[in-house]
């Protein structure tokens, strides 16, 4: 559910038209609806309410800090994967005991800070790490909280680019090694075992993975209690899926009724850390067309491409095109909407039925919140897009459009 709805001829972001967002603004430009982030923090609040839960919203879904201090402010906690997300959740005010730190490579400096910090958990990807992070917290004299991020050997079932609950990514422990781990954690002085962990992968549209996933890790947990060591949160990840297309995923609520029965008079408390089935179906991509090219293909060039917005092209993921403005005629052309970045691998969409776009028309591309934004570049020295929040009739900039001096901003000439 979202609220990016056409009112006659006009696609609207709540109460304002998305044309003239891209003429105040300029493109491309992402847009947020604030209503929709909010509804979907709430649908996840309400489906687990009987289950004890933190939700910590995975900030490398969407790292605006205007849109973290929003779910902060409903109560959200953070999952962070860097030193750099770190920051971002602690300038906007988040409460440190509702973060938890992911990652495979988390470097000396970024574990000091985290712990200085205060963080509720490190989620633990070897056994290297586990040392490090014993012999950073001795030095600074804390306890490290942590839970193994535990890989439950399930196959998520979507792209391998996003599937990480199988021994050949490189993530997580194996689940055959992580008791024994435990047993050598608990002999470490300066860690405190509270938790286990595991994320399977994203963009996940069946329970089947997820239910396998935590039986698998509630299994690990009896073994844990039988060698004294005793789990109190038990961290699923995120990972569910949203509507691209035609994909019928999940809602929250039917996630947590069943996952609800697993959990049936065990005591832990739940992390969840859902990043796209919070924000993806919550931000669009306006993009504006500079020209109509017909070769032996249709091209519909325009000024907004993989720099922008790198999933189709790095995922073969599919996001929807729609005009800002239908005209009467509901025309459609068969080909690839294209960028202006020199690389044939920049394209928005490809070898589809589109849109009878024309030059200077403003083009909406759907569900474009998560992983759009955040995983932009200034590839071909393209400025960053600006972003705008959306909040009934208002609309706000909430990030400028980078400028050419941002481009050398850092560099010493
Ligand atoms: C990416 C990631 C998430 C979020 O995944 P979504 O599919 O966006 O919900 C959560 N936890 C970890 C550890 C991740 O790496």
Redesign the pocket.
Known sequence: MHFFKYRGEELYAEDVPLSKIAKRFGTPVYVYSRKTIERHYKTYRDSFKYIDHLLCF?V??NSNPVILKLLARLGAGA?I?SGGELYLALKIGMDPQKIVY?GVGKTEEEIAFALNSDILMFNIESEEELRQIDIIAKKLKKKARIGLRVNPEVDAKTHPYISTGLKKYKFGIPIEEALELYLFAKRLKNVEIIGVHS?IG??ITVTEPFIQSLSNILRLTENLKRVGIDIKYLDI????GIRYKDEEPPLPSQLSMELKKLLLGRNVKIIL?????IIGNAGILIGKVLYIKKAHKNFIITDTGMNDLVRPTLYQAYHQILPVVKSRLTRTVFGDLVGPICESGDYIAKDRSLPALKRGDYFAVMSAG?YGFSMSSNYNARPRAAEVLVDGKKATLIRKRESYDDLIRNCIL
């Open positions: 995975a490398k879904a999952d994967v992911t994320h994203s963009q990840g995120g990972g569910l850390e859902p990043g796209r089935s998560a």
